[in-house]
């Protein structure tokens, strides 16, 4: 046949004798094809975005984050300890001193700034200063993932990817913009500047000692990473990662010893069961990564042992062949998982696991979930065989549901916090007010002030 002697594209499509208009969508296809594949070479020769760039992704992050659950802006009020424990705290004790004061047995730095910047405005403002502050910090690792500083994490195609996957991640409404959990943030974009190259400028080494301080003081994430980031130095022997470490030890050494002397928090039976484990693991974890939100209480055994076989395989094989950078990361995610089941804070009187299993969209599934996800794209992309190839890309194509399902979270219910707001301007200096916070049954005792 002359198509099959004759190599060039050109006279194929010559004696294909297809009509005009499929000839030009053919072409059209084409060269769509061909300038997406010379962009993404061209990303992938990037170290990573501009400044000019960071911005506008900044900006689409912040757009991005903002319309998975508008009302946290446009209808601001006080969120759980947002209110309940940092604001009134702040506002009755003074902010210096609250900055003293442990929380859950550890201090609590960055919510605790959060509500110190929104005792500047007015108390009807004050939620949504600490939404702003929220959002802002949710969007700090996206910046940093793309920074040519994390260029040994993988080209910057893949690093786009990674940061898309973490903006949309299902199941993770309880960290979604609140001060409270920016702390689960603040540890994502320390890990992600202690496993990346040195600053080149004082500006970078002053973000980074600030970042890496406030995220020790705020949370006992400090005590896992800090050992982690003293085998990064080992072997990359990158000095500026055992500056990190020197930070990072003071803040975990100042954890440890508040923990020490704190009073322990009360919280009833850790109810460890090796059922569920499995049902959090295969069905809070796995699953819900990819198809969102969902109990898997009652799910039949058989099911949640094959997520947990297949999730744990793509989570192995990753921490086996991957670059240094990924596995490192992978090992943090481990032991705070390990720690979260460990010793983890439900509020309620009821075995800590059996409140756990029957809430998908705890904090504590955030970080597996993002590391079962980004090993699902490693193993898509680079991985060595092909099962676990398909397996990745099968896993990162069936995560598209759980986003779309998860993507609009329902808004709280309104607790009519203007009202109150006017009952504080009302009181007199001395008078307690209090005042309803979401969700239910939180709420808010303020002490009026005398001026």
């Given at each position: ?8 594209r ?89 900055l ?33 502050v ?38 993770a ?22 496993f990346?190259s ?119 094989y ?43 969209s ?8 993002l ?54 301007r009302?009181a ?24």
């Amino acid at each position: 046949m002359t198509l099959a002697c004759n190599p060039r594209r050109r006279c194929r499509l010559k004696h294909l004798n297809l009509p005009d208009r499929d000839k030009r969508v053919q072409s059209w296809f084409h060269y769509a094809r061909s300038y997406l594949n010379s962009k993404e070479e061209a990303l992938a020769r990037c170290d990573g975005l501009s400044v000019g760039w960071q911005f506008v992704v900044f900006g689409l992050v912040l757009i991005s984050l903002f319309s998975r659950l508008p009302s946290l802006l446009t209808h601001a009020q006080f969120y759980a300890e947002d209110g309940t424990i940092w604001f009134a705290q702040a506002y009755d004790s003074g902010w210096l001193h609250s900055l003293t004061v442990p929380q859950a047995g550890y201090l609590n730095t960055m919510p605790r700034l959060g509500a110190g910047l929104a005792l500047l405005f007015p108390l009807q403002w004050a939620p949504l200063v600490m939404a702003i502050v929220g959002i802002l910090i949710q969007s700090l690792p996206v910046t940093i993932l793309l920074s040519p500083r994390c260029r040994n994490w993988a080209p910057l195609p893949t690093r786009m990817l990674l940061a898309a996957i973490y903006v949309a991640i299902p199941n993770a409404r309880e960290i979604h913009i609140v001060v409270t959990n920016t702390m689960w943030h603040l540890a994502l974009a320390a890990a992600l500047v202690g496993f990346a190259s040195s600053p080149r400028t004082w500006r970078g080494r002053l973000f980074d000692g600030v970042l890496f301080l406030v995220t020790a003081l705020s949370g006992p994430f400090c005590i896992a990473l800090a050992p982690i980031v003293l085998l990064f130095w080992w072997l990359r022997r990158q000095s500026w990662s055992l500056a990190l470490f020197a930070l990072m030890s003071i803040g975990a050494l100042t954890q440890i010893a508040v923990m020490l002397h704190s009073t322990p928090r009360l919280q009833g039976a850790l109810g460890a069961r090796p059922e569920t484990f499995l049902r959090m693991l295969g069905g809070n974890i796995f699953a819900c990564a990819m198809i969102g939100s969902h109990s898997f209480a009652t799910t039949p055994m058989v099911l949640i042992v094959l997520a947990v076989f297949g999730g744990l395989s793509i989570f192995l094989y990753c921490l086996r062949f991957a670059n240094l950078e990924w596995k490192l990361f992978l090992v943090y995610c481990a032991v705070l998982y390990a720690a979260s089941l460990r010793s983890p804070l439900t509020g309620s009187p009821k075995p800590a696991w059996d409140v756990l299993l029957i809430d998908p969209s705890a904090r504590y599934w955030f970080f597996p979930m993002l590391a079962f996800a980004w090993s699902a794209v490693w193993c898509a992309l680079y991985g060595r065989d092909r099962l676990f190839k398909i397996a990745g890309t099968c896993i990162f194509l069936s995560m598209s549901l759980g986003i779309v399902r998860d993507w609009k979270y329902g808004a709280y219910p309104d607790d009519h916090f203007a009202v109150f707001v006017q009952r504080m301007r009302d009181a007199k200096p001395g008078d307690h007010v209090i005042m309803p916070v979401v969700p239910e049954g939180w709420h808010m005792e303020l002490v009026k002030k005398g001026f």
